[in-house]
């Protein structure tokens, strides 16, 4: 019926993903529509899809697709001001969109994730202004600790025992490395198909955007350097290039719609068979020359995991993998002949030049040099632009070539095989900074299991009461050693909050958690030891002891 309509073009069905689409454009528009079949005789026009009767003896996708409107009628009804939350979500799509990590399919977060991203800060911030708005939300999910998750309101159980999203019953939902939970009956993580790598790359821009917006409360930055595009294709040295094609024009829509659905399979077979020593970044757009308008390109970029040591002798091959993702692609209900796909790696100064905006390869930029007895970190190298350098990739000449997994195409594979090379020298180290003493906190803060219910941060209020804040409500590690009389009051609550929250390690780690403001000047490498061994000692007497006034000797100890 669609198909007939004269407004309506690139129509492609996807019955086989996990929620049934199909893909078109209305008067150029692209509509996403999901397809869902009900318990009724007639659908009648008054339909309200918000009561949970809706769903009985609805299938498992159908559940899926009536909750994509579900939730966005529920997360309008739990925002404080819907116009703020409007205008900050279109501001975060639109930065989304520019440093490439708006979507879904391939392993990003799609509309509805963000839209719930945003909604959250619009919880924790009723009162602020969509600027302060974009601000909070780079702060707060710098400061994120993962895989906790990020809640709208309590799950509930529901009447129709349906599945909801609990990682302490249901093994899978374990998994999960940034979850969101969609706020509508039955609770469900929005983002299962983040990966590992995808996951680094967004932690790694969310880390970009608060040093901007930090920057330009200095008057040192500016919202034109936040919203600057990424340079994909400048940023590794290494890439996969999908390239698909098909006999006519239809049968190109349907197979690149299939191709597109699977690519964060490819990303997650990697990460399984190099124990993620070797991360992707896929490209979430196509590419074509334009010639040819049945063929289209994807792009994956490359890189060995950073700071982790490999053995000499180890080597990763991942030619098996890429045959066994050809393999799933292949297995489409819909293949018709003409339908197929090849896989090549290709080196930076190999892209093909019709992925450059105008098709003009831009000019190689100029090179950096470290003196040779320089310690250097291996995530601060740059030597492309600040958006490299924010993303600390690799550079060509800091990190010899040794330091970059060397991909080989296998010779009589017809290029289908990729090895991955092994690395000759010792890993480069950099000196210890605050910023590791915080990341070593944080993850031994995350040792412990998640909660039932999740709760406002207490540490999230206003702007005024966060920007003044006293030390006193913060969490900092400290000793006892060397404090002055007159501060020994502030201090002490700091103390007894750290040992109240490591006595307890349950309540410290709800599932929205309490994030504390972490400031890494304040944090230093024996915390996490103070952590453990206070946990340890949890049992033990406490004992308090006041500079001003001692109490008599008594039989008992208090």
Not at 97 to 106: E, F, K, P
Not at 177 to 204: E, K
Not at 472 to 498: C, L, P
Request: hydrophobic share 35%; glycine share 6%; net charge negative.
């Amino acid at each position: 019926m669609l198909i007939e309509m004269p407004d309506v073009t690139d129509m492609h069905p996807v019955p086989d993903a996990h929620v049934p689409v199909m893909n078109f454009k209305l008067n150029g528009v692209s509509i996403d529509l999901l397809y869902a079949k009900i318990s009724l005789w007639v659908i009648p026009e008054d339909l309200d899809i918000s009561q949970d009767s809706i769903l009985q003896n609805a299938d498992e996708q159908t559940v899926r697709s009536l909750n994509g409107c579900r939730v966005t009628d529920q997360i309008l009804r739990l925002v404080p001001n819907i116009q703020s939350f409007r205008t900050t979500l279109r501001c975060m799509r639109f930065w989304a969109t520019r440093r490439g990590v708006y979507s879904n399919v391939t392993g990003f977060l799609g509309g509805i994730n963000w839209a719930l991203l945003v909604a959250r800060i619009c919880q924790l911030y009723p009162n602020a202004l969509p600027n302060m708005l974009v601000s909070r939300f780079f702060r707060v999910y710098t400061q994120w600790r993962w895989p906790n998750p990020v809640m709208l309101c309590a799950i509930k159980e529901g009447s129709l025992g349906l599945p909801i999203w609990d990682p302490r019953r249901n093994h899978k939902d374990k998994f999960h490395l940034m979850p969101i939970i969609t706020p509508a009956y039955p609770s469900m993580n929005s983002s299962y198909n983040v990966s590992s790598s995808t996951l680094r790359i967004m932690t790694d821009e969310f880390k970009r955007g608060h040093d901007i917006c930090e920057a330009m409360v200095l008057n040192n930055g500016s919202w034109v350097e936040l919203f600057e595009p990424y340079r994909f294709f400048e940023a590794y040295k290494n890439y996969l290039q999908i390239d698909i094609g098909a006999e006519n024009d239809d049968d190109m829509l349907n197979w690149k719609g299939w191709v597109k659905s699977r690519l964060r399979y490819i990303v997650l077979k990697i990460e399984r068979d190099t124990f993620k020593m070797l991360q992707c970044h896929p490209h979430p757009g196509d590419f074509s020359d334009g010639s040819n308008p049945s063929h289209c390109s994807y792009f994956l970029g490359l890189q060995r995991k950073e700071n982790v040591p490999v053995n000499d002798a180890k080597k990763f091959d991942i030619r098996l993998t890429i045959a066994e993702f050809k393999d799933n692609v292949r297995s489409y209900s819909l293949w018709k002949p003409g339908m197929n796909i090849n896989v090549t790696h290709i080196k930076c100064r190999d892209i093909p030049a019709f992925v450059f905006p105008g098709g003009i390869r831009p000019s190689r930029p100029t090179r950096v040099s470290v003196d040779s007895g320089t310690s250097v970190d291996v995530n601060v190298v740059d030597g492309f632009n600040d958006d490299t350098r924010k993303r600390k990739r690799d550079d060509d000449d800091v990190l010899t070539k040794s330091t970059v997994p060397r991909l080989v195409i296998a010779d009589g594979l017809e290029n289908n095989g990729v090895s991955v090379g092994k690395v000759n020298n010792d890993e480069i180290g950099g000196p210890v900074t605050s910023r590791d003493a915080e990341k070593l906190a944080t993850e031994k803060l995350m040792s412990g299991p998640y909660e039932s219910e999740q709760r406002v941060p207490q540490d999230f209020e206003e702007l005024e009461e966060l920007d003044n804040s006293n030390i006193q409500n913060r969490y900092i590690g400290e000793t006892t050693k060397g404090i002055d009389v007159e501060s020994f009051t502030t201090k002490e609550v700091a103390t007894s909050k750290m040992m109240k929250n490591a006595s307890d390690t349950s309540s410290c780690l709800q599932l929205n958690g309490s994030l504390e403001e972490l400031e890494p000047p304040e944090l230093d490498l024996p915390l996490p030891r103070a952590i453990h061994s206070t946990a340890a000692s949890q049992n033990k007497p406490i004992l308090r002891f006041s500079f001003t006034s001692l109490p008599k000797a008594t039989g008992n100890s208090s």
